[in-house]
């Protein structure tokens, strides 16, 4: 080693270059600009040069949703790998790789808690884990936040995010729909608004059940939404799809989504939404 490089490696110059590159910068999928991760987190995880708004895990968007002091319910426990389903992976293996990335046993987590000072109840589908698909605990989950929003005479807020019925569990994945259609319905019966925040992506089994049967649809920007895939579609109809198709603003033009709310927004939407849907508010 020569008396630069000693020099150099003393003095620590290039030593965490790979970290330091990975831990300050981050490239926007959309634009391809290089942000500093530090303003990209401030912005929440929107891009301050053309708005993509980025995927962001369960706790920060209950974070950004409900005030202070809301609870977390508990996962609920179900039957893990009942089909004994393997592909390239034991399904359990996948489980605990998923698990061991993320904070929460499953893809689906309710908190309970006010939406500036009105009360609800906030279900979050986090896409990080397994692609956000629905199982069983999902269902479980999706149908437990319903519950305690029926319990508590409030409103149901549901944010999804997935691509589809989990595939490892089957017919067991897919009567997770009707499940859940189910509960929609007992809202409604029971007079509580049911409002769905479809974020990027929104697919499959999940936009074919509950992510479509809310009394309000709002879209974050360009969130991609829909239940077969483009080429899927293209394929079948043998036809050129029109421009931005399945894209949030493209359903908000042909009437799928009611509106499309930027998330520095959508706190303060959602309050003015629930007055609108439930004027008197009961605790």
Known sequence: MNWFNRVRNSLGFGADKK??????????????????????E???????????????????RLELLL?????????????????????????????????????HHDAFTVGSGEIEQRPAVVGVQDFSFMGGSMGMAVGQAFCNGAQRAIDRHCPYIVVTAAGGARMQEGILSLMQMPRATVMTRRLKAAGLPYVVILTDPTTGGVTASYAMLGDIHIAEPGALIGFAGQRVIQDTIREQL??????????????????????????ETLASVLDYLQPAQAA
């Open 19 to 40: 970290t330091t590159e990975k831990d300050l910068w981050i490239k926007c999928p959309n634009c391809q600009e290089m942000l500093f991760v530090a303003e990209y």
């Open 42 to 60: 401030e912005n929440l995880h929107v891009c301050p040069k053309c708005g993509h708004h980025g995927r962001i895990g369960a706790d920060l």
């Open 67 to 103: 005030d202070p002091g809301f609870e977390v319910l508990d996962q609920p426990q179900v039957a893990e790998d009942p089909l004994k389903f393997r592909d390239s992976k034991r399904y359990t293996d996948r489980l605990k790789a998923a698990r061991a990335k993320n904070p």
């Open 242 to 267: 029109p421009e931005g198709f399945q894209r949030a603003e493209y359903l908000h033009q042909h009437g799928m989504v009611d509106m499309v709310v930027n998330r520095h927004e959508l706190k």
